[in-house]
């Protein structure tokens, strides 16, 4: 069940009612991180129904603004229960939404110098946007529409590549986005460009260690050779023998752990004296690295990305231009409690005033908490047929059933939690 809410201040009287009572009543609309409490809950303990049903009856008694957080945490619970082709249409709608949100009104960014920043539609970190593609990916992926999902790969790179070089954001490609890549790509046989996604995936993550096997035999067999003598000093333990035509592959993505929540912190704006609140990522814990057998071969899965590092940089991106906000909106409605302390002919209610209208304007603190801490991966070489994947995460044992096929890669996604 939803925490009840809380009850609302009563009504002010006369001008400071029009201009106050918007403000006030932003905790009576409700906070979306406290309200999922209980959607959060069903979900790690993988009653994939019951956050389902949660979510939608939030929508339906919950703000609009919150409608993105909503089709996100939908369509990765779908994701998670492995409902591939429901989770494709929710992140869709979200995708669609989220480009629309990003020509947000002027009308709506000003008045949060003077309401909440909560009070604002919630449009979604960069990375979040990122994300939506790589589930997408993912989910077309464990379909078998390869075509598809390269596609969702490409979207991924190209997106970052435009935040990189026209928007100037201080961002890396994502190496589970290329990693991916690769595997898409080998397993329709593209070597050259298997190889190519393979490399910057290792560029990006340069610990991948035994996921680097792909690289070192397709350096070899796509003849660069000068590549492949460096790879195999880099890499000299991990063996790498051209697959026989009697195997298939098997890459294996735990989605490990719960990503960071946001949490205000209170900072300086440049010289001023004024302490201005804005959100920080913090973590949820440190996601152990899952154990993964299919038969007699054991790994240890490869951390290839930790979103905790990349919430992080995408949200201090922010921060300058927050402050630069949040300090223009403390001059606003100081001037605001002067005219009305000049109008009531009370400095006592200007400063009044004042003070309701900063305790109104909190941080917003919403952000995807489904998502993952990080994109851990094994890879095998097995003999066709049906073979059992068990992940152990956390003191858990999962398992999960897959078909390899001669010369193919197969993929299986497994969602662990703490």
């Excluded at 409902?83 to 995708?95: G, T």
């Excluded at 290839?304 to 630069?324: C, E, F, I, P, W």
């Amino acid at each position: 069940m939803f925490p009840r809410r809380a009850r609302c201040p009563r009504p002010l009287s006369g001008a400071l009612l029009l201009l106050l009572g918007p403000l006030l009543l932003v905790g009576c609309a409700g906070d979306y991180v406290a309200r999922t409490q209980g959607v959060r809950q069903a979900y790690e303990r993988e009653d994939y129904p019951r956050a389902l049903e949660d979510l939608s009856s939030l929508e339906k008694a919950g703000s609009p603004k919150d409608t993105l957080l909503i089709l996100l945490d939908r369509g990765m619970v779908l994701h998670a229960a492995g409902r591939w082709e429901e989770s494709i249409r929710v992140l869709a709608e979200a995708d669609r939404l989220s480009t629309e949100l990003d020509a947000i009104s002027v009308t709506e960014e000003a008045g949060a110098l003077l309401s909440s920043e909560r009070q604002r539609t919630y449009r979604g970190e960069d990375f979040e946007k990122l994300m939506i593609s790589v589930l997408q990916a993912l989910n077309y992926a464990q379909l078998g529409q390869d075509e598809d999902a390269l596609v969702e790969v490409r979207r991924v790179n190209e997106r970052l590549e435009k935040m990189i070089v026209d928007e100037k954001k201080p961002y890396e490609q994502l190496a589970i986005a290329r990693y991916l890549g690769g595997v898409l790509y080998e397993d329709q046989r593209e070597w050259d460009s298997a190889y190519i996604d393979y490399a910057k995936a290792l560029e990006l993550s340069p610990g991948l260690g035994p996921l680097a096997e792909p690289l070192l035999r397709l350096a070899k067999k796509t003849g660069r050779d000068g590549l492949y003598e460096e790879l195999r000093a880099r890499f000299p333990d991990v063996p790498h023998a051209p697959l026989s035509p009697d195997e298939g592959q098997v890459v294996v993505v735990v989605e490990a752990g719960l990503s960071p929540e946001k949490g205000p912190q209170n900072q300086h704006y440049q010289d001023s004296v004024e302490l201005i609140t804005v959100p920080v990522y913090r973590d949820r814990g440190h996601a152990p690295a899952a154990q993964v057998r299919i038969e007699s071969a054991s790994q240890a899965a490869v951390t290839v990305t930790s979103l905790d590092q990349v919430a992080k940089v995408h949200l201090n991106d922010r921060v300058g231009r927050m402050l630069a906000k949040q300090f223009a909106g403390v001059v606003l409605k100081a001037g605001v409690a002067a005219g009305v302390g000049a109008a009531t002919k009370s400095k006592e209610l200007g400063y009044l005033t004042f003070l309701l209208l900063n305790v109104a304007n909190r941080p917003d603190l919403r952000s995807w908490l489904s998502l993952p801490a990080e994109f851990q991966l094994a890879r095998f070489r097995l003999p066709p047929g049906m073979h059992t994947v068990e992940v152990e995460f956390g003191g858990r044992l999962t398992t999960q059933q897959v078909e390899v096929k001669p010369g193919r890669v197969a993929l299986v996604v497994m969602r662990r939690y703490r």
